[in-house]
């Protein structure tokens, strides 16, 4: 369900620059992690007499989103790859009960399984690429390119005439999801003004959800349909949705900080005047411009000192840097975060939300819902509670801290499928005169999702977000975000077969896991709320933040002693135009 991930080592070295505000993020994924461009903005002590941007902007949340109606506008629209990613996800619980597919397709529990799975496999293997196109043609036209391989896989699923094609749509549609799910956030928050970039990243999560809520009521409006078009119509309509953000993203900009990697300082500052809708001499453009310019130059001040033989070696040199990276992750400090983080992202996938989101009107059939209209209604509601559910995260997770989210989500979630698992032990043989606790069950899944979507959902992206130093934080956390995907795969793999052969023990396996999450979180997990990287390092027992604040404090007191923004050049073709 939630999902974001960055992957190849050209990606990390950027991606290290362009997460958003802690304060504001909330993530899935896919979410979180575009947070790094604030961090490094607060671990800034620069006496230049100069104001931050952060100083200077204005506020954030609702009022801030509404005072960058061009910006919220351009994150809201580039959302619709979370859109496509929620949709593809929910839309094939519903096909799964459709009585015209299984005609079509009669799978058994294991194909079953496989069906929903690829996807996750396809989406591990695309988010991996998508960092090198990131960086190579850029956000946008990764964001089109992610579009276009979803148009294909799109069209095999809906025009699937035997299994072989509906596998290999599943796992096409997957390498764009999981693209998409990285250049999205990634966009985003190189958009964004710091004091809303949380904001407008969470809204990849929130866009996730609305697309499975959106793919369960149209699974339910066609299921009456007796036709094939039954569930080949809900696989079709997401060719829309791809259609219009393919075409569409090309009328938006790109983002300043790629223009400013590719040495285009020119065009990144017409771009940041045309995002604030300031002249490019207003002293916010300039300001943000300078930072934008400082975390290039952070980037290549790491390399240069860690990777000196490496820098002039063309291909082999940028494959031999990032391997390095990868290596500083087994290091004594951020081996125990990796950990944390891994761990995290396993728990997550092993409540068992993605087993309902996938499987949704399969578990209600199991637990005494007859028929296919009735369970696909059951399901609908549940992509309600999702939406809803997540809003309180996005506002309050700040103030209430990851910590006691996750032990009171963990609590409840285990609750849930202990009285889900005591219901079906006792009724599953005979629901026909037990409908009343058929129903109970039912609640029970809802209050379920509920506890997950303001507690593990969010936290599972945004704690790997903030645990990790800036320099390797993007390599850091394509491995915990790979971990996710993974135990995602396996998920999809095995809940028919155990709802299949466990029945109610399925529901006491998920427990279990949810049992063990809280212990390992109230022994294990320090709280980041509030924390800075220093304050990391006191925790996990290592200074790279520290390095990484020292560095990033001289590189910035350099720009703004040399470095200005070529405003008059701008300026000068503003006025041509004109």
């Known amino acids: 369900m939630d999902t974001e991930a960055e992957r190849s080592n050209s990606m990390g070295d950027e991606r290290s620059n362009s997460v958003g505000d802690e304060k504001h993020t909330v993530q899935h994924t896919t979410v979180t992690e575009g947070s790094k461009l604030d961090d490094r903005a607060e671990t800034s002590h620069i006496d230049h007499h100069k104001p931050t ?25 580039a959302s619709l790859g979370g859109l496509l ?28 399984g496989f069906v929903v799975a690829i996807l996750e496999l396809g989406c591990w293997a695309g988010a991996w690429f998508a960092g090198y196109f990131a960086d190579k043609i850029g956000r946008k036209f990764t964001i089109v390119l992610g579009t276009v391989i979803f148009l294909l896989g799109a069209s095999l699923q809906a025009g699937a005439q035997n299994i072989s094609f509906l596998f290999g749509g599943r796992f096409v549609c997957g390498l764009s999801i999981g693209i998409l799910s990285m250049v999205v956030p990634l966009y985003q928050s190189e958009i964004s003004p710091p004091e809303i970039r949380g904001s407008l990243v969470a809204l990849q999560q929130f866009a996730i959800t609305v697309g499975i809520l959106i ?55 017409r771009v940041l005047s045309r995002l604030r809708r300031l002249p490019p001499d207003n002293p916010i453009v300039e300001e943000e411009w300078r930072e934008i310019k400082a975390t290039v130059e952070f980037d290549r001040q790491i390399e240069r000192e860690k990777y000196p033989q490496h820098i002039n070696n063309g291909a082999k040199g940028r494959f031999m840097i990032g391997l390095g990276g990868y290596r500083d992750l087994f290091r004594k400090g951020i081996f125990k975060r990796l950990w944390l983080g891994c761990a995290l992202q396993f728990f997550q996938q092993f409540t068992g939300i993605n087993a309902i989101i996938y499987y949704a009107p399969t578990i209600f059939q199991s637990i005494g819902l007859t028929g296919t209209a009735v369970p696909l209604l059951a399901t609908g509601i549940v992509g309600v509670v999702n939406v809803v559910c997540t809003i309180p995260a996005v ?102 077969p155990m709802i299949a052969s466990l029945r109610f023990g399925t529901y006491v396996f998920f427990a279990a896991f949810t049992v063990i999450m809280f212990f ?18 006191q925790v996990f027992g290592d200074k790279s933040a520290v390095h990484d604040a020292e560095l990033m404090d001289h590189i910035q007191a350099q720009v703004h002693e040399h470095d200005a923004p070529p405003t008059a050049a701008v300026k000068q073709e503003r006025d041509d135009l004109e």
């Not at 902007?57 to 994150?75: Q, R, W």
């Not at 949709?87 to 459709?98: A, E, N, T």
């Not at 080949?232 to 790109?254: D, K, N």
């Open 85 to 112: 990613f929620g949709y593809d996800q929910g839309v094939i619980s519903g096909v799964l009960v459709m009585p015209h597919f299984m005609a079509t397709f009669p799978l058994n529990p294991t194909e079953k």
């Open 53 to 77: 941007v952060e100083e200077m902007e204005g506020s954030g949340g609702l009022k801030g989103l509404l005072a960058n109606p061009f910006v919220f506008a351009t994150a809201v629209f």
């Open 215 to 269: 793919s369960f009521w149209i699974d339910y409006g066609t299921s009456t349909i007796d036709s094939d078009v039954q569930w080949r119509l809900p696989l079709a309509l997401q060719l829309i949705i791809g259609l219009i953000l393919g075409v569409g993203i090309l009328f938006f900009p790109f983002s300043p900080r790629w223009l400013m990697s590719q040495n285009r300082e020119e065009d990144a500052l």
């Open 395 to 496: 506002l309050f997770l700040d103030q209430f801290g990851r910590r006691k989210a996750l032990l009171v989500g963990a609590f409840f979630m285990a609750i849930s499928h202990i009285i889900i698992a005591i219901i079906v032990g006792l009724f599953e043989n005979d629901w026909q005169a037990h409908t009343t606790a058929g129903w109970v069950a039912v609640a029970f899944v809802y209050f379920f999702i509920a506890n997950f979507a303001y507690s593990w959902g969010p936290i599972g992206w945004v704690y790997p977000s903030e645990i990790f130093p800036l320099r390797i934080r993007a390599k850091a956390m394509s491995v915990t975000t790979s971990a996710n995907w993974m135990c995602n795969f396996i998920i999809g793999l095995i809940t028919p």
């Open 520 to 537: 390992w979180v109230l022994f294990f997990v320090p709280e980041t709320k509030g924390r800075s990287l220093e304050d990391m390092d």
